[in-house]
């Protein structure tokens, strides 16, 4: 006899095997007809250039990583804010336990000014009158 | 190599139905690739919004040629935006279709004799299989190019391969 999870595994299963199905399908009847062209980066009909692999901002992954932590409390706070009445005072404060916790991490996120977009100072061009031609100065941080 | 790959001889009536049925799928689902170049551009999105409602013959704007069927050309090439074209269009799968939408891209239009910049015709650099003529051409016109196309696609045979 099967178990509930049994019949859930045999969807799984299903949902597996139906996808393999149809792709291989796929792959036996559509035209392919590979060109260089075709093959090509999309980049909007432009010549692709460069490696996609460059360094992107270590501020961004500030962002990221705050994102996951509400991310995550966002998962597990809607199911608990659904029951969290059946279990009582219980349910009640491992709830706030948690919340706390993330409070925490907050508080200490915003205490070290992760929260802060650090700008880069932007010099304004200034013009020199007497030498004619207007000089630019170059900037303190790159932008 | 697919199976769609390959050209039958002859056109018994396995042959013939899974024909009609590509076809009918090929014509029913024509997605095209959102993009435009000038003013018919505008009509182009007139139609695909409620009024027109582009959406009720499967015609879908897709953000990347890698998932579409057509390319709608609308407006003015220019000779710098024809080597995009031509790159845009050999980046769609096969099989694909183009409807070439309004004079400039059709012939040059106003910019037949002075456009310094213009393509004279759309048709220089891929092939065109409808052409809808028009400055810029209403919504009704565009859709009964789309119908066109759509005729065109059904008829099209596994036997003589066009596409």
Redesign the interface.
Known sequence: MLTEFGKAFIFILMAIIFVIGIVYFA???????P?H??L?T?E???NPEGSPWIKFNIRFYVVALIFLIFDVEVVLLIPWALVYKDFGLTGFLIGGIFLVLLGLGMAYEWRKGDLQWEKPKVLPPSFNKTKGAPKVEKELVEV | MGFLDKEFTDGNIVVAKAEDLLNWARLSSLWQVSFGLACCAIEMMATSASHYDFDRFGVIPRPSPRQADIIIISGTVTLKMATRIKRLYEQMPDPKYIISMGSCSNCGGPYWEHGYHVLKGVDRVIPVDVYVPGCPPRPEALLEGLLKLQEKIRNESMIKKTA
């Open positions: 792959k036996l009847i559509r035209p392919a007809r060109t062209e075709k090509k999309y909007c009909g432009e």
